[in-house]
């Protein structure tokens, strides 16, 4: 069974960059098999996809957050790493990474994280 697991600061400052970590078991973060994915949900909001990467390279940024988006991976760690700059008030949000499939048009999270609040203010 895949494990995900969030880790970063639960409060950041307005421009500041913010950082999350996904540390991954079960399975390695070089299989092609999974889009490894960061999604977040504000208050009283839903669920809005950041973007994932592949191990092979491949990426896909929201494209209202794609000037300010960035995820990599770590494979001696077996992690990937949100990066998001510029952040304001409006980035606040429970932030969650996840495995996702996507095969024959269809996309699915097949496993979650367990999720991390993050809150952006002075």
């Known amino acids: 069974q895949v494990q995900l697991q969030e880790s970063g600061p639960g409060l950041v400052k307005p421009s500041q960059t913010l950082y999350l970590t996904c540390t991954v078991s079960?399975?390695?973060?070089?299989?092609?098999?999974?889009?490894w994915s960061w999604i977040r949900q504000p208050p009283g909001k839903g669920l809005e996809w950041i973007g994932y990467?592949?191990?092979?390279?491949?990426?896909y940024y929201s494209p209202s957050l794609k000037s300010r988006t960035s995820i990599s991976t770590d494979t001696p760690k077996n992690q990937f790493t949100l990066q998001l700059s510029s952040v304001t008030p409006e980035d606040t949000a429970v932030y969650y990474c996840a495995s996702v499939v996507g095969r024959y048009g269809s996309w699915y999270v097949d496993y979650w994280g367990q999720g991390t609040q993050v809150t952006v203010s002075s």
């Open positions: 079960g399975e390695s973060i070089t299989t092609n098999y999974y889009y």
């Open positions: 990467r592949l191990y092979s390279g491949s990426t």
